[in-house]
């Protein structure tokens, strides 16, 4: 099945600096791959997802880059703020009748 | 309006009871999931039920089972209580068939085992 790496596990970023985390999956088949955000003592929530079939996407200070060659995708935060400070989960799915796999998280602070 | 909604928040109970937690979306989705949120706040599934049609997690012990009464509910009873099984449990929900598009989650129901 399918299996998500995730790095760095922690990250500190002062506030104003920009932030990436990278996952790698090894199901060459996966075509979604979203990223969730976890606040602490709540629910993990989508802040950005991207498909097989394109390579970046943007939304605000938060971006997405997709390698289907290398298998391996980046979430890239800019101009970060205290606010952004969470648990980012990356996660994929592969084709078929697969649930999504999450990658085990980063711990992002953003120190002000 | 909450979107998933799990009761209860908070359960502490001894080892070797069982408990359940209960599920139930408003979204009109057709698939729904449990996951485990461990310590290390590692979100692995559990399982997945879509048109009654159930996918297990080959390492979810079989003291856990689903309940599924109707396409909006999906519950989780969990027999014989062990320590390991000291988790989040969050209750999620998609729509656009099995395993399509965004998963919205319950708020989480945090099982301390004694």
């Known amino acids: 099945g399918e299996n998500v790496e995730q790095h760095p596990s922690t990250l500190s970023v002062q506030e104003g600096d920009s932030a990436v985390i990278k996952c790698t999956y090894s199901?060459?088949?996966?075509?979604?791959f979203p990223w969730y955000k976890q606040e602490l003592g709540k629910r993990p929530q989508l802040i950005i997802d991207?498909?097989?079939?394109?390579g970046e996407k943007k939304d605000q200070r938060i971006a997405v880059t997709l390698n289907k060659t290398a298998k391996h995708f980046s979430l890239h935060i800019t101009e970060t703020q205290p606010e952004d400070s969470a648990v980012y989960f990356c996660?994929?799915?592969?084709?078929?009748?697969?649930?999504?796999?999450f990658g085990k998280g980063t711990r992002l602070s953003v120190i002000a | 309006d909450t979107a998933v909604s799990q009761t209860p928040k908070y359960l502490v109970t001894q080892m070797g009871n069982d408990k359940s937690i209960k599920c139930e979306q408003n979204?009109?989705?057709?698939?729904m999931y449990w996951y485990k949120q461990d310590s290390k706040k590692f979100l692995k599934i559990m399982f997945s039920?879509?048109?009654?049609?159930?996918?297990i997690n080959e390492t979810v012990p079989n003291r856990f089972s689903p309940k599924s009464p109707d396409k909006a509910h999906l519950n989780l009873h969990i027999n014989s209580l062990e320590l390991g099984d000291s988790a989040v449990y969050f209750c999620?929900?998609?729509?656009?068939?099995?395993?399509?598009?965004?998963?919205?989650f319950g708020e989480g129901s945090r099982l301390t085992v004694l």
């Open positions: 999620a929900s998609s729509q656009g068939g099995r395993y399509t598009g965004e998963l919205f």
């Open positions: 199901d060459s088949a996966s075509n979604y």
């Open positions: 991207i498909r097989s079939n394109v």
């Open positions: 996660a994929a799915r592969a084709s078929g009748n697969t649930p999504l796999v």
């Open positions: 979204l009109g989705h057709d698939t």
């Open positions: 039920y879509n048109n009654k049609e159930l996918i």
